[in-house]
């Protein structure tokens, strides 16, 4: 008999310290995401027990089902927290069928409590700043991170700072004000947003900026994604999946849930999963960088109506790049009118109402289907990062307001006669 | 004709701590090996082993990004600020 090794939670769970991913130069759990040595992104390592579907299964319908695999202390769904996760993978059969694929799911991810994926990774930075000491919650945010740690905040009874682009759309600015906290709308693109809260990060070391100085535990967040498409669709990994790419964070993540299923022996490692990118043509570094076939993004100066997906200078691009080589997938991007058009057939065909990114997600899809890229044959999940009622200037234009009728039966009767497909009666 | 640069708490330990310090205005490039000059080793954590900018780190002159600039070239006139920031942010 072999010596038992009994492995043990910290307040991190089974997270064991922080590594470059450039050098592998080694940290302990701290408040710090950028390499002293070579600048590198620091990412969470882990120490992982044997974990069983069954125990998974047991656990709650939030991201805490997988908090094992998270850094986070095992009794995290006890703190005040806004549970997010678990939310709808949608079989889009309609969808399938206009595009000519085969099998086709939508990982609807409206269902958070702020109505993006961004709740689940400020939900791991919220635990992991608190552990850490900090009382305040703060972030530069192209929207809809920006609601989720107001929200976050409100709930964990401590104080947010949340600086904004001044021209983002109206229901994110307002969706996040209603939380109350401190929202600073800042002139200037996200990227100007990011350099002043780096900044900002420096000056203040006793605020949890989640995605600068919380960042390798924030992103953690986003593997939760993974975690539930596998499990929903009976602990099996999909052979395509395409992801929307503003800092690239959520791809890499994704990715990594795939392969640490697979490692911990609870999805087959093959086939493996082969992962898209999506950006849009008004900010599309990542997809430039991938047809040049480059391994370093060029920052490029956004300008698209996707304003959650328009960061010119994405920190994880390189890695983005890695994954779309290494996995068999690619990196495209599309016009805000093939975005419009995107949104318009989720909606018509599953009654899904997503945000401008996944008009991104999805028209990428369907030019890559067109390329040849993926493959109408293989089963494929898409993601729809947030809700189409945060973007709705984005798609207004599309459709005009009708023009209202008298309340009467006759004025309806007229009004359906000159429906479209339908021949005008004298 | 000096300029002012922000330091990233990563390297404070090359300047005794300080967030900003001060260069002879020049290149981008001239800054940094004057830089490197008064805080001995910070050059290397700026720059990689062929003296091009780390991949991961963002330097701005005023509000410019050099790389939307000359890069290392970038022109720095007095009075201006540097910043080297961390680029893995955001997101």
């Known amino acids: 008999m072999g010596t038992t090794i009994t492995k043990t939670q910290s307040r991190f769970g089974y997270a064991s310290g922080l590594a470059c991913r450039e050098c592998g130069q080694t940290y302990d759990l701290g408040a710090q995401h950028a390499c002293s040595e070579c600048f590198g992104p620091l990412e969470v390592g882990y120490d992982l027990p044997h974990l069983t579907r069954e125990t998974i299964e047991a656990g709650p319908p939030s991201i805490w089902r997988y908090a094992s695999l998270l850094p986070v202390r095992p009794d995290i769904a006890e703190k005040p927290n806004t549970e997010p996760g678990w939310t709808r993978l949608v079989r889009a ?12 799911w939508v990982k609807d991810e409206r269902g958070n409590p702020t109505h993006s994926f961004k709740d689940r990774v400020v939900a791991v930075a919220l635990a992991a700043a608190t552990e850490l000491g900090f009382k305040v919650l703060a972030c530069p945010s192209t929207g809809n991170l920006a609601n989720a740690v107001a929200a976050a905040a409100a709930r964990a009874g401590i104080r947010s700072v949340v600086l904004v682009p001044a021209d983002l759309e109206q ?28 900044e900002l990060a420096d000056e203040h070391d006793d605020w949890a900026f989640v995605n600068v100085n919380m960042r390798p535990y924030y992103a953690e967040g986003s593997k939760t994604i993974g975690y539930e498409i596998a499990e929903q669709l009976g602990w099996r990994l999909p052979p395509q999946v395409v992801v929307p790419v503003a800092s690239g964070a959520q791809l890499v993540k994704i990715d990594k849930a795939f392969r640490e299923l697979s490692a911990l022996g609870l999805v087959e490692e093959s086939p493996g999963c082969r992962v898209f990118g999506a950006q849009a043509t008004g900010c599309a570094p990542v997809a430039a960088a991938f047809r040049a076939g480059h391994d370093v993004v060029q920052p490029v100066r956004p300008a698209t109506i996707a304003k959650s997906l328009a960061i010119g200078n994405p920190a994880d691009g390189p890695y983005v790049l890695d994954v779309v080589r290494r996995t068999g997938g690619a990196v495209a991007d599309v016009t805000d009118g093939e975005i419009v058009d995107a949104i318009r057939l989720l909606a018509v065909t599953e009654g899904i109402f997503g945000e401008t990114a996944v008009g991104v997600t999805l028209a990428t899809a369907r030019k890559l289907l067109a390329s040849g890229q993926l493959d109408p044959a293989a089963e494929t999940v898409i993601i729809n ?11 207004a234009a599309a459709f005009p307001a009708a023009t209202p009728i008298r309340a009467s039966l006759a004025a309806f009767a007229e009004l359906e006669s000159h429906r479209p497909g339908k021949a005008a009666t004298a | 004709m000096s300029v002012s640069v922000r330091i990233p708490t990563i390297l404070r330990s090359y300047t005794g701590g300080a967030a900003e310090v001060t260069a002879q205005a020049g290149s ?20 990689d082993d062929t003296g091009q900018l780390r991949r991961f780190v963002n330097v701005y002159v005023g509000d410019a990004d050099v790389r939307f600039a000359r890069g290392l070239d970038t022109p720095v006139p007095a009075g201006i600020q540097v910043s080297v920031i961390p680029a893995v942010a955001g997101g």
Do not use: W
């Not at chain 1, 990062?385 to 798609?395: E, I, P, Q, R």
């Open chain 1, 93 to 104: 059969d309609n969808l399938a069928r206009a595009l000519g694929m085969r099998a086709l």
């Open chain 1, 171 to 198: 229901q994110k600015i307002l969706g996040t004000a209603v939380y109350g906290g401190t929202l600073v709308t800042v002139e200037g693109s996200y990227d100007d947003v990011n350099r002043l809260a780096s």
């Open chain 1, 385 to 395: 990062s947030g809700d189409g009622l945060k973007t709705l200037d984005a798609v």
């Open chain 2, 28 to 47: 981008l490039r001239e800054i940094i090996a004057g830089l490197n000059a008064e805080f001995p080793g910070i050059g290397g954590r700026i720059l």
